[in-house]
């Protein structure tokens, strides 16, 4: 298993709060286009001057669910949710259950296989529709070690098969978040710094807040 270490440096001259935001997975689904919403991963919140906050990041994956009564947008919080570890190399497979009638709400058992190379899939039921508010997505170990924490989201589909590719690019903004808030990728992205560990041999980075404002980092 490969663990990244991502630190935040804050030499800005102002107390500031960092968010933690993932590339979006591709998601793809027998009934077309799957859009897909971007969670605040982790929040570091008020990080003084001079100060640092880290987060260890390992590659466990686990798919999870949840509900919201509201529709999804940026600034949506995540209800009743539930998580399942799957492993992308086995190319894993769990199917849905959306009622209580039918054995409960929340995930079946994990088999190995189905799914693409790299992904895992998502199988639903005929048990539930849109107004049952369910939502599917990615979820990784976040602040607290061991607690899978939404890295990315997207709307449940009854009789539908997904397929989740994690993209293991990160980004690191300021801002104040909510943990495993939807927020605005398109936006927050634009200003954030990209942390991408491919074709390095490095597995931390420091990013640095700069008094001018720009972030920097360095890998180590």
């Given at each position: 298993?490969?663990t990244?270490t991502?630190k ?6 102002f107390?500031?709060?960092?968010v933690?935001f993932?590339?979006p ?6 009934g ?10 982790v929040?570091?919140?008020?990080v ?10 390992t590659?466990?994956?686990?798919a999870?669910?949840s ?12 209800g009743e949710?539930?998580d399942a570890?799957?492993d ?13 009638a039918t ?6 058992p ?9 992904s ?7 048990d ?6 369910y939502?599917?997505g ?9 607690i ?6 997207f709307?449940a ?8 590719t994690p993209?293991?690019?990160f980004?690191?903004?300021d ?19 990209v ?5 390095r ?5 420091v990013v ?10 360095e890998y180590y």
């Amino acid at each position: 298993m490969t663990t990244y270490t991502l630190k935040v440096r804050n030499l800005s001259e102002f107390a500031k709060s960092y968010v933690w935001f993932m590339e979006p997975p591709i998601v793809t689904s027998k009934g077309g286009s799957t859009p897909v919403f971007t969670n605040a991963w982790v929040t570091f919140n008020a990080v003084t001057s001079g100060s640092n906050d880290t987060v260890i990041y390992t590659d466990e994956t686990f798919a999870y669910w949840s509900k919201t009564p509201i529709q999804v947008a940026p600034g949506t919080t995540m209800g009743e949710a539930g998580d399942a570890p799957v492993d992308t190399s086995l190319q894993d497979t769990l199917s849905f259950f959306g009622s209580v009638a039918t054995g409960g709400v929340g995930f079946g058992p994990v088999t190995h296989g189905g799914a693409s190379t790299g992904s895992y899939s998502i199988i639903t039921t005929c048990d539930f529709n849109r107004s049952n508010g369910y939502l599917f997505g990615l979820a990784r170990p976040g602040s607290i070690p061991g607690i899978p924490s939404p890295v990315a989201t997207f709307v449940a589909q009854p009789n539908e098969t997904y397929n989740v590719t994690p993209v293991i690019k990160f980004f690191v903004s300021d801002g104040l978040f909510v943990p495993g808030a939807i927020i605005d990728y398109g936006q927050v992205s634009t200003k954030a710094q990209v942390v991408d560990f491919t074709g390095r041999s490095q597995t931390s980075v420091v990013v640095t807040h700069g008094e001018n404002g720009d972030f920097s980092a360095e890998y180590y």
